[in-house]
């Protein structure tokens, strides 16, 4: 039988497969230096007792092949000579084995991509022979060499199990191989594959970060509104110029539509993913760490209550009483661990959260009395619920409702003072009772507007005033023609039930004749709001009609009653979900800069 390592395909796709790595240590390889080798080595095949030992040492099927993909692996020059590890060989083998199986599927690809590519050449060799020969004409040529730039097809296949998050979405020119954000591993990647004529068989990879900066933005906008990042530029009617990640290239309309097709149905499942890992955390309220996803901002209080924290979390081990409050594991500095080494009635044994500071330093060169405090997600696979590990939101409520109370509690000195004799000491029920903590933490809570908590006259005006600041400095929009009619509708309701309002503010804001009449008002509003055509809109135009609907509001504060503030609320909801979904976007960007 022929050797598999000896067949270039084969060689082609370990490379590919491995990363151009070296299976052993790791180092990049060039495709000349590449050695492709048996694992376990092929000449024991003939020796049945040695075999069978063999296989069995590794725990491998009886019919394990040793001339097959999953007996192969490619290494460096040294690596291959050097058969002396600082690694038992026993060990490597057995980690090469497991390295192989996992690349199986990867390596099938990629000899499938090598076929397809070689056959395609051989086809155009023999059609260009056959122009030099008169056979074929130069046009037809060029007709079938366009012909047969192969069609992906329409396919999207979902493979989720504990173990990957993986998406392939194939359309027409355009194919997506994508690893979606979970729970642990945030960060998610894909790979696109053309096949373009122009740019045939060309692989990008995108990362995290680009997923979201450069395929989210302008998401199931029309191709030639140019809205979506990555369409840098039209040439022509049917000539676009595409830049993803490093590489910029050419598409023609059709393929450019192709490309938009799989970017809209990869960032919604991306997005989705997203989402998904708030709900299980409860955490949509909280802002994830820039430099590390898996951990949340939960408040930020003054230095001296976090030591007063840890000491009592570090008097109430555990492992050193079994009272009530023992429910801390001391271990380690600066970080709390809630812990139950036994059940008790309110939490069951195990790990409940894990908390530790930060110096809140991002924006300021002061050396600061305040540090966050970060919820650190270190359970993997664990029921995020309140007798298991506690989700985000759970942490944050046992913070501000139980722990500072308690640590204020039982560190106050006037009490103690109390409690030596003068008077009955207070029971901590009491003491919750009788004061006020929500002034010892600060909370940045406004990056999730929740329609649903908005009940008050002045949460809507807080409402409104943040969809304008974050639309004010937004340069342009795409929303639904009917999302940008629904604004208007906000304010042109607004209007209809008071009967007088800020004329002189609004009318120059929205740039139409001065009035002091609420139906001619009216009316100049709605004439603008037939004026709007399409669904892109520029950040200014949003600005102004948001400062209009929170002075209108402001203005008639007095009559709004909570059912009209219902309404308002569902009018600006579109609004609400596009806002929500970019400030979910931009909290998941991850800047990685090195702290020293
Ligand atoms: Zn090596």
Sequence with gaps: MKQLKGKSEVRYALWQAYNKKCAICGEPIGYTQLQIDHIIAESI???????????KKYDLHKDFQLNSLYNLRPACGYCNRE????????????????????KISDVNREIQKYLEESNYALKIETMRKAVKSGELKLEEYIDQVNNFVSDYGDEFVEYENEFTNFRSIKYNSVKLDGYLPRLNEP?????????????????????????????????????????????????????????????????????TMHLCEVVDRFISE???????????????????????????KLIKIHKK????????????????????????????????????????????????????????????????????????????????????????????????????????????????????????????????????FNNLYFRNSNRYIDIYKTTRVNELIELVNSLQLYYSVTTETYLEKKAIDSIYD?????????????????????????????????????????????????????????????????????????????????YLEPMITDYNLNKLVSAYLTSKWMFL
């Excluded at 095949?45 to 069978?52: C, F, G, I, S, T």
């Excluded at 990647?189 to 979201?212: A, K, P, V």
């Excluded at 299980?280 to 909280?286: G, Q, S, Y």
């Design 83 to 102: 058969k002396s590890y600082y690694e038992a060989p026993e060990e490597i083998t057995a980690k090469l084995l497991r390295k192989a199986k996992n």
């Design 490 to 570: 906000a304010l042109i309701y607004i209007l209809s039930i008071s009967s007088d309002t800020d004329f002189y503010y609004i009318c120059s804001k929205l740039n139409i004749n001065q009035t002091s009449d609420i139906n001619h008002l009216r009316t100049q509003v709605y004439r603008k709001k037939k004026n709007e055509k399409y669904g892109k809109v520029s950040g200014g135009v949003l600005d102004m009609l948001l400062r209009s609907i929170s002075a209108s509001i402001e203005y008639s504060q007095e009559i709004i009653n909570p059912d009209e503030i219902k309404l308002i609320t569902q």
């Design 45 to 55: 095949e003939k020796d049945h007792n040695e075999l069978y030992r063999v296989l």
């Design 187 to 255: 960060e998610g990647s894909c790979l696109f594959t053309f096949n373009s004529f122009y740019i045939r068989g060309m692989s990008i990879t995108l990362t995290h970060n680009e997923i979201l900066q450069t395929l989210f933005k302008g998401t199931k906008t029309p191709t030639d509104q140019l809205m979506r990042p990555y369409i840098v530029d039209k040439l022509s009617e049917d000539n676009y110029i595409i830049q993803l990640g490093s590489s910029r290239f050419n598409l023609s309309k059709d393929e």
């Design 305 to 436: 209550l976090w030591g007063l924290m840890l000491k009592f979390a570090d008097e109430h081990d555990n492992y050193h009483g079994n009272g009530k409050w023992h429910i801390f594991d001391s271990s380690g500095r600066n970080i709390i661990k809630v812990y139950n080494n036994e059940p008790t009635p309110q939490y069951n044994s195990g790990f409940h959260c894990v908390i530790h500071s930060l110096v809140d330093s991002n924006d300021s060169w002061e050396p600061t009395e305040e540090v966050w405090l970060v919820w650190w997600d270190v359970e993997k696979n664990k029921n995020y619920g309140i007798r298991d590990y506690w989700t985000v939101e759970q942490t944050y409520h046992w913070l501000t409702n139980e722990f500072i109370p308690l640590v204020m509690y039982s560190y106050d000195s006037s009490l103690s003072r109390n409690k030596l004799g003068f008077k009955k000491g207070v029971s901590f029920d009491e003491y919750k009772e009788l004061n006020t």
């Design 270 to 296: 991306y997005i989705v993913a997203i989402e998904k890992i708030e709900k299980v955390l409860t955490c949509k309220e909280f802002l994830p760490l820039s430099n590390d996803l898996t951990k949340y």
